[in-house]
């Protein structure tokens, strides 16, 4: 089974910008998702890169700011976020799955790691 790690998180100002990464134990055909759970919410899909690096936006709250992209020499996937609002302070999850579509079932999560916007 493929293991992921999170990193990149940390404070930022409102405004600001920040890019998250999610690397792979090794090279995978995994689809990779970003997900988020803000405190005492429940967890919200936010984008997928397909192995054949398609994406998918499932918020709109999140479509214009925020973008996927990955590079498989490294077996890594980023999230890059920019004009982040306080809204968006939430521990970010990646996932790995067969792919992009709704009934594709998730094969890995990793940790998480947080992002806390304030000024």
């Known amino acids: 089974q493929v293991q992921l790690v999170e990193s990149g998180g940390g404070l930022v100002q409102p405004g600001g910008s920040l890019r998250l990464s999610c690397a792979a134990s090794?090279?995978?055909?995994?689809?990779i998702g970003w997900f988020r759970q803000a405190p005492g919410k429940e967890r919200e899909g936010l984008l997928c890169?397909?192995?054949?690096?398609?994406?998918?936006y499932y918020t709109d709250s999140v479509k214009g700011r925020f973008t996927i992209s990955r590079d498989n020499a490294k077996n890594t996937v980023y999230l890059q976020m920019n004009n982040l609002k306080p809204e968006d302070t939430a521990v970010y999850y990646c996932?790995?799955?067969?792919?992009?579509?709704?009934?594709?079932?998730?094969?890995?999560w990793g940790k998480g790691t947080l992002v806390t916007v304030s000024s």
């Open positions: 090794e090279s995978t055909y995994y689809a």
């Open positions: 996932a790995a799955s067969g792919g992009c579509n709704v009934d594709d079932l998730i094969n890995a």
């Open positions: 890169i397909s192995s054949s690096e398609d994406s998918t």
